[in-house]
T-cell receptor, first 114, second 114 residues
Framework: DAGITQSPRHKVTETGTPVTLRCHQTENHRYMYWYRQDPGHGLRLIHYSYGVKDTDKGEVSDGYSVSRSKTEDFLLTLESATSSQTSVYFC?????????????FGPGTRLTVL | AQKVTQAQTEISVVEKEDVTLDCVYETRDTTYYLFWYKQPPSGELVFLIRRNSFDEQNEISGRYSWNFQKSTSSFNFTITASQVVDSAVYFCALHYTGGFKTIFGAGTRLFVKA
């Protein structure tokens, strides 16, 4: 199993509160990703990183920001959480670009915004 | 437009039956990659297979087999002699090289009854 952990695993917060989710990997992989999973939508890419301090937006990036100051950590921040951000969030890693390599996923974080 | 369609929302079978999960994709790219992932009730995403657009060979792995047909833009997944442990949500995904994006289908929930 790929060494990917996510913290917290569950979180309940209130609308307007800032929230940070952490993804930690022990594989030294260059690429890291944040997805959200919602019923009927499968997984959708929020942001991704292709190296330390190198990040870019995915298809559903509004309301989210990310940071990567170390190879092993990729943080996802909801600056002011809204109920529409209630979801399950998955972190993924790949050694090279997806397609040339395979993405492996973390265990997920279930976030509820009240 | 890039798209992945898993038309079967839910499938229910009895143990030992064979079952095929359908995946139809759309892309204008000539180079692309297709994936299948399994999400058991515990919630993690498990990688099953990756196939590139130039390799139309079918693949078999134990009870699992995949049929890739570019002519019909399909990448179907068959489980032979299904078991209760196969109960999960299965996602088909497309990664196209024209953009840094992996598109997931909405998933097919498979119930295997004893």
């Amino acid at each position: 199993d790929a060494g990917i952990t996510q913290s917290p695993r569950h979180k309940v917060t209130e609308t307007g509160t800032p929230v940070t989710l952490r993804c930690h990997q022990t594989e030294n992989h260059r690429y890291m990703y944040w997805y959200r999973q919602d019923p009927g939508h499968g997984l959708r890419l929020i942001h991704y990183s292709y190296g330390v301090k190198d990040t870019d937006k995915g298809e559903v990036s509004d309301g989210y920001s990310v940071s990567r100051s170390k190879t092993e950590d990729f943080l996802l921040t909801l600056e002011s959480a809204t109920s529409s951000q209630t979801s399950v969030y998955f972190c993924a890693i790949s050694e090279t670009q997806v397609g040339l390599d395979t993405q492996y996923f973390g265990p997920g974080t279930r976030l509820t915004v009240l | 437009a890039q798209k992945v369609t898993q038309a079967q929302t839910e499938i229910s079978v009895v143990e030992k039956e064979d079952v095929t999960l359908d995946c139809v994709y759309e892309t204008r790219d000539t180079t692309y990659y297709l994936f299948w992932y399994k999400q058991p009730p515990s919630g993690e995403l498990v990688f099953l297979i990756r196939r590139n657009s130039f390799d139309e060979q079918n693949e078999i792995s134990g009870r699992y087999s995949w049929n890739f047909q570019k002519s019909t833009s399909s990448f179907n997944f068959t489980i032979t002699a299904s078991q209760v442990v196969d109960s999960a949500v299965y996602f088909c995904a497309l990664h196209y090289t024209g953009g840094f994006k992996t598109i997931f289908g909405a998933g097919t929930r498979l119930f295997v009854k004893a």
